[in-house]
C-alpha cells in the first residue's frame, strides 16, 4: 500500500476524492509513515493544482488538513484557486467543515483569508452557524484565534462568550481545557466571558468530570499556567483531581512538561502533594543531564 501511495506518477491519474483521501490519510499517519520524499510530494500537489476546483467542500477541509500534517507548501496559484472555490461554495459548507477549513487554514497553517472573504467566514461561523457549532467546533474556531494571534472581531465577542457559558455545563474535559486554554491566549481576549463568572463555573465543572484520562498530557501542563494568566487560584477540590490525575501519566510526561508543573505551582503559591511531590524529584534526578539554566 505505501509503494503505491508513494508512486510519483500515479496522483495524476487518481479523481479528485482518491486524491484528497491519500493525503489526508496519509496526514493521520504521519507519524508511522515518516516524511513524504519530495517526489510524491510534488506530484500530488501538481495533481491538485489541476483538480482543486472540482473538490467538495468536505475534500478543501481535508486537503488543508494534510498539507498541514505533511508540511508541505501550497504554490501561490494554489491557493489563489483554493480560495476562489471556497469563496464560491461557502454559502453551501456545512458548519463543521467550514470550522475544519478555518481551523487548519487560519490556526495551523497561520494563513489569513483576503478581507472580504474573512468577513463572510467570521459572520457566518461566529454569528449564523454558531448555534450550530458543536464543542469539538467551537474550540477550534477559538484555537484558530489563539493560535494565529489574529483578533476575533470585537462585534462577535457577545455572541461567543453566550455560547461558551451555555455550553459549559456539557462540555467534556478535553473540550474544556482547549476552551479556556485558548481563551487565555488570545491576542484580545473576550471580554464578555471574563466578565461574568466563566472561571468560577469551569472549575466547578471540570472538577467533576470523570474522563479527565482523555486530556492532553500537554493541556494538563498549560492549563495551570492558565490560572497564572488570569491571576487566579484554582480551587482546592480542582486541584485534588488534577494532582491525582498527574500521578497516573506522570511516568509519559516529558521533562519541559514536569518542570512546567512545578513551575506554575510555585508560582501559584500551591502546595504540591507529597506522592506528587515525590513523582517530579524522580522524574528531575532522571533528566537531570538534560536540565538546562
Not at 1 to 19: E, G, V
Not at 261 to 282: A, D, F, N, Q
Amino acid at each position: 500500500l505505501k509503494s503505491t501511495l508513494l508512486d510519483a506518477d500515479s496522483p495524476n491519474m487518481w479523481d479528485p476524492s482518491a486524491l484528497v483521501t491519500s493525503i489526508s490519510s496519509l496526514g493521520y499517519m504521519a507519524k508511522q509513515c515518516g516524511p513524504l520524499p519530495d517526489a510524491y510530494k510534488a506530484a500530488w500537489l501538481k495533481a491538485a493544482h489541476y483538480w482543486v476546483s472540482w473538490f467538495s467542500q468536505y475534500e478543501l477541509s481535508a486537503c488543508l488538513h494534510g498539507i498541514r500534517m505533511l508540511n508541505m507548501e501550497l504554490s501561490p496559484d494554489m491557493e489563489t484557486k483554493m480560495l476562489d472555490k471556497i469563496g464560491s461554495v461557502l454559502g453551501t459548507f456545512p458548519t463543521g467543515d467550514l470550522a475544519f477549513l478555518h481551523c487548519n487554514y487560519v490556526g495551523r497553517l497561520r494563513r489569513r483569508f483576503p478581507p472580504a472573504l474573512e468577513e463572510r467566514i467570521h459572520d457566518r461561523l461566529l454569528r449564523t452557524s454558531l448555534p450550530e457549532l458543536n464543542d469539538m467546533e467551537l474550540a477550534s474556531v477559538i484555537f484558530a484565534f489563539s493560535a494565529s494571534g489574529q483578533r476575533m472581531p470585537e462585534k462577535y465577542h457577545s455572541l461567543v462568550a453566550k455560547r461558551l457559558h451555555g455550553r459549559l455545563d456539557f462540555m467534556n474535559a478535553k473540550h474544556l481545557c482547549i476552551v479556556l486554554l485558548r481563551l487565555a491566549l488570545m491576542k484580545e481576549p473576550i471580554m464578555d466571558v471574563w466578565n461574568g463568572n466563566f472561571l468560577q463555573r469551569w472549575c466547578y465543572n471540570m472538577s467533576r468530570r470523570t474522563d479527565i484520562q482523555y486530556v492532553l498530557r500537554s493541556s494538563l501542563c498549560r492549563i495551570l499556567h492558565t490560572f497564572r494568566v488570569f491571576r487566579a487560584l484554582p480551587p482546592t477540590d480542582l486541584l485534588r483531581v488534577w494532582m491525582r490525575h498527574m500521578r497516573i501519566v506522570f511516568n509519559r510526561l516529558n521533562l519541559n512538561q514536569v518542570v512546567a508543573i512545578l513551575g506554575t505551582m510555585g508560582y501559584l503559591r500551591r502546595k504540591v502533594p507529597g506522592k506528587v511531590l515525590m513523582e517530579i524529584r524522580l522524574s528531575l534526578a532522571q533528566h537531570q543531564s538534560q536540565l538546562t539554566l
